[in-house]
C-alpha cells in the first residue's frame, strides 16, 4: 500500500495506465457474456468512471478533513475544552468566536439565521402593532434602510471588541432608539428579551440544521456568553422571567432563555394582521431580486422554515409537499457540497471598512435591497455582480440618497432621529465602559 502511494505522487501516469489495463482486463466469462453489450476492451469510459469516482471521493476525503481539521485549529487556539474552561470564557474571547463564526465559519447562513430571528420577533402583536405604527419597517420607502440599520448595528456590535469604540456605540445607538418606547411602556421587557433569546437560538438552530457542521459545544458557549453580555448592556431583566438568575456559563445561559422562548412562543405568539403587514414588508425585501412569477412558491419555500407556529402567526397559508421537498433537498445539497467539495475559507468574509482618518464614516459592504453605506467603487458599480443587479431591476451604489460615503453611528435610525441623540449616547456609552466587562460575564457566579 505504501508503495502504491509513492507510485501515485511519483509516477501518476504509470498509475493511470495500470488502472486502465485493470479495468479492462476481462476474464474468460465475461469475454463470452460481453455483460450483454460487447467487448469491455471497447469500453475505456469504465477506466475513466473509476478514476473519477476514486478522484472525487479522495477530493470528498480531503475537504472534510480540512474542514475539521480547521475546527480542531480553531478549538486548540482558544483553549476551551470542557466545561470547567468554559465557565471561565471571557467576553473578549466569545467576541472572537463569534466573529470567527461570521467571517471564516458560516458567514451566510450565521446572517440568514439574525434575519430569520427579527422576523420570528414580529409574529407578537406587542411587536409589529408598534412597528406598524411607526411604519418605519412597514413602508416601502422606509423599510430598506431600517433594515440595513438594523444589521449595521448587529454587525458592528458583533464584530469589534466588547469595549471597543466601535462596538459601544452601535449599543449605546441601539438603546437610544429603544429608549423612548422603553420609557412609554411600549416596548416591554419580555419583547426585548425574546429578541435576545432568539439572536442566541437561531444561529444554533440553523447550523445544526443547515449547515455543513452543527457548532461545537465551545461556539454554543461563545454565542450564550456573547448576548448574555449584550443583554446586560441593554440592561434587560432576567430575574422573574428565567428560571435562574445566574449561569455557570454561556451553555446554561442558552438552555435557560431557550426554554423560556420556546414558552413564551406558545403563550403570545398568534395570529394578527399587524404580524402578516410586517412580515409581507419585510418578505418583499428579501424576494426584491426574485422574478414575480416565482415569488409565491419562494414564499412557500420560506413558510417550511418559518414552521407551523410561526406561519400561523404571520398568517400564510400551508405551503405544498413540492415546496417542502424543495427547501430541504437543496439546502441538504447545499451541506454536502459544502463538507466535501468545498475547501475552508482562506480568508475573512468582510462586512466593513476602517473608519475614514478624516470623517470617521465607515463604509459597509454589504446590503439586501438598496446599498446603503456602500463605496461607489468601480467594482461595485460596474462588476459582474453590479451588472446582475441592474439587469435584475436593483440599484448599485453611488445614489447620494444611500449615503455613499458610509455612516457614523447618529446616522443610524429613523430619518427624523439621523445625527441627533449624541448626548444620549455618550452617557450611556460612559456607564458601558464601567460595568461592560472585557473578562468573563459570569464570573460574579464564582466570586
Known sequence: MLSFIINAVNQPRLIVDRLYENATQLTAYETITGYGFGSLTTHGWLAW?????????????LCSSARFKTEKAMLQRFGYIDRASMARMTNDDAQRILEYIM??????????????????????????????????????????????DTTVIFGEFSLNPPTSDRCLAAIARMNHL????????????????????????????????????????????????FWKSIGDAMEIEYRGY???????DGIEFVEDITQWAKGHEVEAMRPHPDNKKLADALVGLLFFHVPVSMRPFTLQILTVLMGDR????????EPSISAAFMAFGLLNA?????????????????????????????HHFD?????????????ARWGPMAMLLRLAGGMVPGEAATL??????????????????????????????????SGCPFAARFS
Request: with cysteine.
Open 49 to 61: 468512471m473509476i478514476i473519477i469516482i476514486n478522484g472525487t471521493s479522495l477530493w470528498g476525503f
Open 103 to 148: 467571517t471564516y465559519e458560516f458567514p451566510l447562513l450565521y446572517k440568514l439565521s439574525l434575519q430569520f430571528a427579527i422576523f420570528k420577533t414580529y409574529g407578537f402583536s406587542t411587536v409589529s402593532t408598534l412597528l406598524a405604527k411607526t411604519k418605519s419597517f412597514s413602508d416601502s420607502s422606509s423599510a430598506p434602510k431600517r433594515y440595513e
Open 178 to 225: 429603544h429608549s423612548p418606547y422603553k420609557k412609554s411602556g411600549k416596548i416591554s421587557n419580555a419583547d426585548l428579551l425574546y429578541t435576545l433569546a432568539v439572536a442566541v437560538m437561531e444561529p444554533i438552530r440553523f447550523m445544526r440544521l443547515y449547515e455543513w457542521r452543527a457548532l461545537n459545544d465551545m461556539e454554543v458557549c461563545a454565542i450564550g456568553t
Open 242 to 248: 428565567l428560571t435562574q438568575e445566574s449561569w455557570a
Open 310 to 317: 410561526v406561519r400561523e402567526a404571520f398568517m400564510y397559508p
Open 334 to 362: 447545499r451541506r454536502i457540497f459544502l463538507r466535501y467539495f468545498c475547501l475552508p475559507r482562506w480568508g475573512p468574509k468582510k462586512f466593513f471598512s476602517e473608519p475614514d482618518p478624516q470623517t470617521g464614516r465607515i
Open 367 to 379: 446590503y439586501l435591497v438598496l446599498p446603503y453605506y456602500n463605496k461607489p467603487t468601480f467594482r
Open 404 to 437: 455613499p460615503d458610509g455612516f457614523l453611528a447618529t446616522d443610524l435610525g429613523p430619518a427624523n432621529k439621523m445625527g441627533k441623540g449624541m448626548e444620549d449616547m455618550e452617557v450611556d456609552i460612559a456607564r458601558m465602559k464601567k460595568s461592560r466587562p
